[in-house]
């Protein structure tokens, strides 16, 4: 994980090196294996106080080798049976000396592990330290430290691919590029100012402009990536809407696998949205299921949750329409009284549909899809196949009919395209300083036309260049670091 480490003008201000830190650095619960780590200058002394090796003819820690032994608390009592490593600065995830005790992965027993490991002089970490350490220790880029929380946090094998691309130092690498070609001009303004007299050092406008270009080029590649990749690090909002009792509820309690939302005969029983993440079509969502449209509820929570729907299905990548296809179409009486089974093609008008009609033209077809439920009690007729322009897919809640069709369409609805291999990808944070230096870019290209001197031009490339450099983190200010880091998990 140790990525390459980056330019002399990396931070200078290095971890507190009175301080060794450690935390458990697996997940909360039970489990087979756990991990404590350590990192500081007393990593070893730690290890070696809380340690006693099985092996007798031990005769001290082997950099980046596993002893088998057993963990002790400070009165000598065995705690655990584990395998430990020391890691040796300055080759370390974190830069320092480092270690890790693996033992078995009980709640308790790690607890237990860590309080010794405490008492031995070591403090507890604080979050995303391991990795904010590697940082200042010139181990990883800030884009490569991001990195590390996304690929934790990916919600796809794709977000994985994404973050993975930035922890070997791919997006760190380019934007190092674009940041160079700007401090190469920076340079050629410095001796325009100072030695006006030789003209020869400065480029020319349409020379000078050509560098300006392709830089901002190059920013505008970073950001559409960053647009196209969104759904596969963020999830896609995707919305089910429609009438009360339609089967909205059993439809998301279907897709999820597990009974999610109440599903009852009484209509309203979804008063406000629910949402939950899941996958559609290995597409990783935001699925919410909004309250039950209808015109005759004087419930004013109600009405709030039918707004709140209404909201999100407008801000949503994909709207799942789901329409009642009992209902759709009656059909008379078979003989005997009983309903034929399957309806007659509904009116030219969907009569009775218009407040799905309404929600519809609100969001246009194109991001709508319609959802002809309960076909296993009332097949979709072969004449109909499309809702106002959506088009209309058959699935069943109950059964489980067309429900992979559904994942598929609605993957495809919110345009979702697997990036490309090792595609460069920022996160929002990173977008937004690039956005930032494309502004400061575009804006120079308007001085230069205008013919502004060329020491207030060093101040447009000045500023792009310091929203450049503030994604690898080469001028990042304190509270700015705070707040990436206090999104970590503890141990991380």
């Known amino acids: 994980m140790n990525g390459r480490p980056f330019s002399s003008s990396a931070p200078s201000r290095a971890a507190d090196e009175a301080d060794t830190i450690a935390a458990i650095a697996t997940a909360p619960g039970a489990g087979a294996i756990g991990v404590i780590r350590l990192s500081g200058p007393r990593s070893r002394d730690v290890l070696e106080a809380v340690f006693r090796p099985s092996a007798p003819l031990f005769r001290g820690f082997i950099p980046r080798t596993l002893h088998h032994g057993r963990i002790v608390d400070a009165r000598g009592a065995d705690l655990d049976e584990a395998l430990v490593v020391f890691f040796p600065g300055p080759r370390s995830f974190t830069g320092e000396d480092s270690a890790e005790i693996q033992g078995h992965g009980g709640t308790a ?23 904010r ?28 691919r ?16 674009l940041r160079d070609r700007l401090e190469y001009l920076r340079r050629k303004v410095c001796l325009a100012v100072d030695f006006p007299d030789e003209e020869a050092e400065c480029l020319p406008p349409a020379e000078f402009l050509a560098v ?27 919305v089910l809407a429609g ?43 935001r699925l919410v299921d909004t309250a039950g449209l209808r015109a005759d509820s004087g419930d004013p929570v109600e009405q709030e949750g039918m707004r709140r729907g209404r909201e999100l299905a407008r801000a949503a990548q994909a709207v799942l329409l789901v329409l009642d296809g009992t209902l759709a179409a009656r059909a008379p009486s078979a003989p005997g009284g009983r309903p034929d089974a399957r309806p007659t093609a509904p009116p ?50 109950r059964t489980g009919l067309g429900l992979d069709s559904l994942a598929a369409a609605a993957r495809s609805l919110c345009g979702a395209r697997e990036p490309a291999p090792e595609e460069i990808a920022p996160n929002l944070r990173q977008a937004r300083a690039l956005e930032h230096a494309l502004i ?35 001028n990042s200010a304190e509270d700015t670091l705070n707040s990436i880091f206090a999104d970590f998990c503890i141990g991380k």
Request: with cysteine; proline share 4%; net charge negative.
């Open 243 to 285: 009438r009360v009792n339609a089967g909205k509820s059993s439809l998301m309690n279907a897709l999820l696998g597990r009974p999610r939302a109440i599903v009852t005969d009484q209509p309203g029983t979804t008063r406000d949205y629910l949402e939950e993440e899941s996958c559609l079509d290995g597409l990783p969502v």
């Open 162 to 177: 994404l973050a993975s691309a930035k922890l070997h130092g791919l997006l760190g690498r380019r934007v190092s590029e």
């Open 348 to 397: 030219g008008e969907w009569e009775g549909f218009a407040a799905e009609k309404a929600l519809l033209e609100a969001v246009g077809a194109s991001r709508c899809l319609a959802l002809w439920n309960k076909a296993d009690l009332a097949p979709l007729p072969d004449t109909v196949t499309n809702f106002y322009g959506a088009p209309v897919l058959e699935v069943s809640a």
């Open 133 to 160: 350490r590697a940082f200042l220790n010139g181990r990883l880029d800030l884009s490569q430290a991001e990195a590390v929380a996304e690929l934790v946090a990916a919600p796809s094998l794709e977000g994985v």
């Open 109 to 131: 027993v790690l607890q237990a592990v860590l309080q010794a490991v405490l008492a031995r002089g070591a403090r507890l970490a604080e979050r995303g330290e391991f990795t």
């Open 440 to 474: 400061e870019l575009q804006d120079l290209e308007g001085d230069i036309a205008a013919g502004v001197p060329p020491d207030l031009c060093g101040l447009r490339l000045e500023s792009a260049a310091a929203h450049l450099a503030g994604i690898t983190g080469l």
């Open 212 to 238: 300006t270009g392709d830089v901002a080029d190059g920013v505008r590649t970073l950001l559409a990536a960053y647009r196209r990749t969104r759904q596969w690090r963020e999830g896609a909002l995707v």
